[in-house]
C-alpha cells in the first residue's frame, strides 16, 4: 500500500513540474496576449470590432502557446524514455549508479511539489471566483429594488443592411421603490449593451436600460415617471448604454450610468444623479459614487 501510495505522489509531483517548466517556456507569450487582448477590450470601442479582434487575436495566441507547450512535453517525455533505456541497459550489464537514477526523487521534493501544486488550485479558484463577482456585482446588489414588466410594445424596424435587421421594443418596467422606466432596445442580440441574451430573448430581471442595437434598434433615453406624484424625466443617454444603477431605498437621489460613443476618455461610464421628488437634475461624474453605498 504504501509502495503504490508513494508511486502516485511520484506520479503527481512529475506532472506538476512538467506544468511548471512548461509555463516557464510560454509565459512570455501568454503575457504579450493578455496585455493585448486588455488593449483591445478597453480601447476599442466598436463592439463588433472588439470582439472579432479578440477572438482572432485569442485564437491565434492559444494555438501558439498549445503548440509550444505540446512540444515541450514532447521533449521532455522523449529525454525520459532515453534515460529510460539507459537505466535499463546500465543495470543489465551492472553500470547503472542507482543512487544517482534519473528517477529518483525525495519525499522532500515530492511534499514541495505538492505543497505548489496546492497553491496553484487556491489561486486559480480565487481568481475566477472574483471575475465572476465583480461581473455580476451590481446584479447581486439591489438593495432590494425589483421591477415588474408592465408593458411591452414593439415599434419601428430599422435595417443597416438586407439581412440585418431589428425592431425597437418599447418598454416600461415598474419599480417597489415607487417609479415607472419607459427603456428602449432592439428585439434582437444585437443590443450588445445591455443586459443578458438568453434563450432567444432578454433576461427581464435586469435593471432598466436602454441602448441602440448594432442593426440600428433601440434608443438612447429613459423615461422616468414617478409614481406618487407624476413626475416624469427623459434622462438622456447621448451614447451606446444608459442603465440605472440601484442604490439603498432611503438614497434621495437616481442614480443613472451612462457610455457614450467617441474615444476611449469620453466612453468611460458618467453616472448622474436625480431628485427622486421632482426628478431635477443634481449631478454628473465620472466617478463610481455608486460604489459607497455598497
Known sequence: MYIWFRE???????????????????????????????????????????WLLTIMIGGGFFY??????????????????????????????????VTNSFFKRSSLQIF?????????????????????????????????????????????KVCVSKDKCSTTVKKIMSSNDGFLFETYISDGSDSVWCGRWSNNEWVESI????????????????????????????????????????????????IFSSVREGNSKSSQPVYALYNKDDLTFVSESRENKYSELN
Open 112 to 156: 514541495w511539489s505538492l505543497i505548489r501544486f496546492f497553491i496553484y488550485v487556491i489561486l486559480i479558484y480565487f481568481i475566477f471566483t472574483n471575475l465572476f463577482t465583480s461581473k455580476n456585482k451590481i446584479a447581486k446588489i439591489n438593495h432590494g429594488i425589483t421591477y415588474e414588466i408592465v408593458s411591452k410594445e414593439k415599434l419601428d
Open 207 to 254: 435593471n432598466p436600460c436602454s441602448t441602440i442595437g448594432d442593426y440600428g434598434g433601440g434608443g438612447e433615453n429613459i423615461i422616468v415617471t414617478n409614481k406618487k406624484n407624476n413626475n416624469e424625466k427623459i434622462i438622456e443617454g447621448n451614447g451606446t448604454k444608459l442603465l440605472r444603477i440601484d442604490a439603498p431605498q432611503e438614497y434621495p437621489y437616481l
Open 64 to 97: 501558439a502557446i498549445y503548440d509550444d507547450f505540446a512540444l515541450h512535453v514532447q521533449e521532455k517525455t522523449t529525454e525520459i524514455l532515453i534515460k529510460r533505456e539507459e537505466q535499463k541497459k546500465g543495470l543489465a550489464d551492472g553500470t547503472y549508479d
Open 8 to 50: 502516485n505522489l511520484y506520479v503527481l509531483s512529475s506532472l506538476i513540474i512538467l506544468f511548471e517548466s512548461g509555463v516557464k517556456k510560454v509565459w512570455k507569450t501568454a503575457l504579450s496576449a493578455l496585455v493585448i487582448i486588455i488593449l483591445i477590450i478597453n480601447f476599442i470601442d466598436i463592439a463588433w470590432v472588439k
